[in-house]
C-alpha cells in the first residue's frame, strides 16, 4: 500500500510513475457499469471521433470499475500554437491585452512562451466547448456525455514535491512564488494564494493588538471594537487595489469579459445581434427574474428550517446545562451538539441540492453568472449555519433569558427517562442566574475548536479514507487472485514499462474534484467571526494568525495529494466573495456597537432582564457606529486611491507606447514635419529687419486675400514671438517717455 510518505519516494514501483506523464493533457475516465454493452460501445466510439475531429490524440488502456481511461493530447505542436494564438487575439479584442500580438504567431510565441497553465487550459477548452465553437462539446456527468466520469489533468508530482517542501520550509510567499502558482495551477487558484496571503500578513495586526486588549483592555473594549472596524476597512480597500495590480501584471485584466457559455444554458429564441449580425441565443430576462425572486423564499425557508434546528438545539442545551439536575448531565449535555451533528449536514445538503437546482433554474448563460449566483445562495446558508448560534446567546438568551428560561420545560421529555423527579426537570421560577461564560466559550469553540476540526476533516481523514479504500481494494485483489480471478485485475494486460504510471493514474481518477470556492468560503466565513464578534474575545486574531499558517500548506497539500489536478482556470479577481467581505466588514460595525452596549462594563450583560436595556440607546449606538464606518470607509477609499502601484503603472505605460507607436506608425515622417513647422528651429536668427523682409517678400511674390494675408504675416510660431516682444518693447519705450515729459 503506498502511503503519504512512499508516493513521493523514488525507490518504490509507484515511485517510478511519478517522474513521467507520457505527454499526456487529459485524462477521460469513461465508465459503463451501468450502461448496456451496445450503447456503451457506440458512445465511446462517438467520444473518440469527437476528440479525433478537434484535432486532439488519444490512447486508450484498462481502469477501474467497469471504466476505460482515454489519454488526450494535442495532436500537434502547430495546432497547440495555433490555439494559443488564437486565445491571445481573443484577449485582445476584450481588452485584456493593451497591445495587439505579433502578427507573427511564432515570434509572438518566443517572445511570451506558453506556460503549463495555459496549454492545459487551452486542452480543456477544446475537449469542453460546444462544437459551434471549436470543441468536442464532451460535457462530464451531463447530457449525452453521461458516461463520462471526469476530465483531469494528471498531477506534475516532481513539481508538487518540490512546491510542498519550499512552502513548509518559508513563512511567507513572494511574487514568484504566487506567478509559479499562476503559470500551474491557474490564476483563478493563484488569486485564492495572493487573498490568503495578504489576509495572513494583515492579521499580523489583529493578532498583535488583541492579545494587548485582552491583557489590558479585557473583552467589549469599545477602543478594540473601533480598531477592529478601521482594520477591516483597510484589509478590503487595499485588497481592492491588490487584486486589480495582480490582474495587470498576470495579464488578466477584464477577462471576466471572456464568458465561457454553458452547455446546459437554455435558450428561448435566436436573434441577430444589429452590430456584429452574429446570431444570439436569447433567454427572456423577465423570466430569469422572476426565477431569481424565488431566492427570496429559499431564503425564508433556510432561515426557518437551520435556524429552527439550531435555536431547538441551544434550546435543549440551555435547558439540561441550566434547569436540569439529574442524573447523567455531563453527557447529556452533549446531546443538542449530536443532534447537530447528524442532522445539519444532511439538512445543509439538501437545502445545497436545493439551491444548485434553483440556480440552474434561473438558467444562466455564463459560466461565471451561474457560479456567482450558487454562491450567493452558499452564503446565505453558511451565515446561517456559522453566526446564528452566537447571535441567539448574545442578543436572546443574554437579554431575556429571564423571560425564556422558565418556559423551557417543554424540552422535558428529551432528558424525562434519566430525571428521578420532576423538581430535576423543572426550571426555577425566580432567582435564575445566566452563565456569563457561555458567549465567550461560543466563539473559542467556532475560532480555535472548530478550525481544527475543519482542517482534519478537510486533509486528515481524506487521506486516511483513501489509504483504507485502497488497502481494501488490494485485500479484494489477493482474495480475487486465490480463487482463480486474477485475470480481472484491471493491471493484468498493462504493459510493464507503463505500469506504475497507470497504477498512479488509476488512483488519481478515484480522487475528488478540487474546489477553490470551498477554501474561498472558509476564509470569508473566518472574516466573519473577526469582524462580528473579536469583541467578546480579542483573541481570535491570534487564533486565525496561527491558524492560516496552517491553512495555506494544508491547501497546497490538498491539491498535491487530495485532489485531482484542477483545470486552470483564468480570473481577474476573487469574485462575489469580495461583497461578502464588504457585507461581513458592515454588519460588523453593527453588532460591535451592540455587544459594546449591551456588555461593556462588567462583561456580563443585562443578567436575561431586558427591561434594563435601553432600546433607543442601542439603536443609537449602532446608528452612529455605521455612519462612522461608513465615513471612515469613504475616506480610506479615497486615501488608497490616490496611491499608485505597479499593476497600475505597467498599465499606462503599455497603454502610452500602444498610444505613441500608432501615431508613429499613422503619421509617419507627416508628424515629423508638422512639429517642425510648429515649433522653433534650433539655432534659428531672427530680427525685424528680416521678418519685414520676409512680409514684403510674400506679398510680392502673388496677391493674396485679405484672410490669407492677414494670417501670413506671421507663418511661424517664432516670427509671432519676435514681432510680439517688439511690440511690447515699443509700448514700453513709449510710456516711459510720456511718463517723464
Known amino acids: 500500500m503506498a502511503s503519504l510518505k512512499s508516493l513521493y519516494d523514488p525507490s518504490t514501483d509507484l515511485g517510478n510513475g511519478l517522474h513521467t506523464n507520457f505527454d499526456v493533457d487529459y485524462v477521460i475516465d469513461y465508465r459503463f457499469a451501468t450502461t448496456p454493452k451496445p450503447q456503451a460501445e457506440a458512445q465511446f466510439v462517438k467520444l473518440i471521433q469527437a476528440l479525433n475531429d478537434v484535432g486532439l490524440s488519444t490512447e486508450v488502456r ?36 493593451s497591445a495587439a500580438p505579433e502578427k507573427e504567431m ?32 464532451i460535457t462530464p456527468k451531463g447530457g449525452e456525455w453521461k458516461g463520462v466520469e471526469s476530465v483531469f489533468a494528471l498531477h506534475d508530482h516532481t513539481f508538487n514535491r518540490r512546491w510542498i517542501k519550499e512552502l513548509t520550509a518559508k513563512y511567507f510567499l513572494n511574487a514568484k512564488d504566487l506567478i509559479e502558482i499562476k503559470d500551474r495551477f491557474g490564476e483563478k487558484i493563484a488569486f485564492y494564494f495572493a487573498f490568503l496571503q495578504s489576509y495572513f500578513l494583515f492579521l499580523t495586526f489583529p493578532a498583535g493588538f488583541g492579545l494587548c486588549a485582552w491583557l489590558l483592555l479585557g473583552q467589549f473594549s469599545p477602543l478594540y471594537a473601533i480598531v477592529n472596524a478601521l482594520w477591516g476597512i483597510v484589509f478590503i480597500e487595499y485588497w481592492k487595489k491588490q487584486e486589480t495590480d495582480l490582474a495587470v501584471q498576470w495579464g488578466v485584466r477584464h477577462v471576466s469579459k471572456i464568458q465561457h457559455k454553458r452547455p446546459e444554458f437554455k435558450h428561448e429564441r435566436v436573434v441577430t445581434d444589429p452590430v456584429t449580425g452574429e446570431e444570439i441565443k ?30 431547538g438545539c441551544f434550546a435543549i442545551e440551555i435547558f439540561i446545562s441550566e434547569v436540569y439536575d439529574g442524573p447523567f448531565k455531563a453527557y447529556l449535555v452533549f446531546l443538542p451538539t449530536v443532534i447537530l451533528t447528524t442532522v445539519m449536514p444532511t439538512l445543509s445538503a439538501l437545502l445545497t441540492g436545493f439551491a444548485r437546482r434553483l440556480t440552474d433554474l434561473e438558467n444562466y448563460e455564463t459560466q461565471d453568472a451561474h457560479e456567482a449566483a450558487m454562491i450567493q445562495k452558499i452564503f446565505v446558508l453558511n451565515f446561517i449555519t456559522s453566526y446564528l448560534p452566537i447571535f441567539l446567546t448574545a442578543f436572546v438568551y443574554v437579554p431575556f433569558a429571564q423571560v425564556i428560561v422558565p418556559h423551557l420545560d417543554i424540552f422535558q421529555l428529551a432528558v424525562k427517562p434519566f430525571a428521578e423527579n420532576e423538581k430535576q426537570m423543572t426550571a426555577p421560577k425566580v432567582g435564575f442566574q445566566i452563565n456569563p461564560d457561555r458567549l465567550k466559550k461560543q466563539i473559542i469553540y467556532f475560532t480555535v475548536t472548530a478550525q481544527i476540526v475543519n482542517f482534519a476533516l478537510e486533509v486528515i481523514v481524506p487521506y486516511v479514507k483513501r489509504v483504507a479504500f485502497r488497502k481494501v481494494k488490494e485485500v479484494k485483489a489477493d482474495m480475487a487472485a486465490k480463487r482463480g480471478g486474477g485475470t480481472d485485475s484491471p493491471t493484468a494486460d498493462d504493459d510493464p514499462e507503463e505500469s506504475a504510471f497507470l497504477v498512479r493514474v488509476r488512483n488519481e481518477a478515484e480522487l475528488d474534484t478540487y474546489d477553490v470556492t470551498t477554501d474561498f468560503r472558509e476564509m470569508i466565513v473566518q472574516f466573519g467571526y473577526l469582524s462580528l464578534f473579536s469583541v467578546i474575545w480579542p483573541l481570535t486574531g491570534v487564533s486565525f494568525f496561527v491558524n492560516n499558517w496552517i491553512e495555506l500548506r494544508g491547501d497546497a497539500l490538498k491539491i498535491a495529494l487530495e485532489t485531482q489536478r484542477p483545470v486552470p482556470w483564468r480570473a481577474d479577481s476573487i469574485g462575489p466573495w469580495l461583497e461578502s467581505l464588504g457585507f461581513l466588514s458592515w454588519l460588523g460595525s453593527l453588532t460591535s456597537a451592540a455587544l459594546v452596549y449591551l456588555f461593556s462594563g462588567d462583561g456580563l450583560g443585562p443578567d436575561g432582564t431586558p427591561w434594563n436595556i435601553k432600546g433607543w440607546a442601542l439603536l443609537l449606538a449602532m446608528f452612529f457606529s455605521e455612519h462612522i464606518y461608513l465615513g471612515v470607509r469613504l475616506g480610506v477609499k479615497i486615501a488608497l486611491s490616490k496611491i499608485d502601484s505597479p499593476g497600475l503603472q505597467k498599465e499606462r505605460a503599455e497603454r502610452f507606447l500602444i498610444r505613441k507607436q500608432y501615431i ?35 506679398t510680392l511674390k502673388e496677391q493674396r486675400t485679405p484672410e490669407q494675408r492677414f494670417w501670413q504675416c506671421q507663418p511661424s510660431q517664432a516670427q509671432t514671438i519676435a514681432i510680439g516682444r517688439a511690440l511690447i518693447a515699443k509700448v514700453s519705450l513709449s510710456s516711459t517717455v510720456e511718463e517723464y515729459s
Open 664 to 698: 508613429q506608425e499613422s503619421m509617419g515622417d507627416d508628424a515629423a514635419e508638422l512639429a517642425a513647422a510648429r515649433g522653433i528651429a534650433a539655432g534659428e536668427k531672427i530680427s525685424n529687419s528680416t521678418l519685414q523682409g520676409e512680409s514684403t517678400q510674400s
Open 106 to 137: 511564432q515570434k509572438n510565441l518566443n517572445d511570451e512562451p506558453v506556460t503549463e497553465a495555459e496549454r492545459l487550459r487551452i486542452a480543456y477548452l477544446l475537449i469542453t466547448k460546444p462544437k459551434n465553437e471549436g470543441g468536442a462539446g
Open 282 to 311: 436569447v433567454f427572456s430576462p423577465l423570466k430569469r427574474l422572476a426565477r431569481q425572486l424565488l431566492q427570496v423564499p429559499f431564503a425564508i425557508a433556510a432561515a426557518t428550517v437551520l435556524g429552527g434546528l439550531i435555536a
Open 62 to 97: 484498462n481502469g477501474d470499475n467497469c471504466a476505460v481511461l482515454v489519454f488526450v493530447k494535442v495532436a500537434s505542436d502547430r495546432h497547440l500554437k495555433a490555439e494559443v494564438y488564437r486565445s491571445r487575439v481573443q484577449d485582445w479584442l476584450y481588452g485584456v491585452r
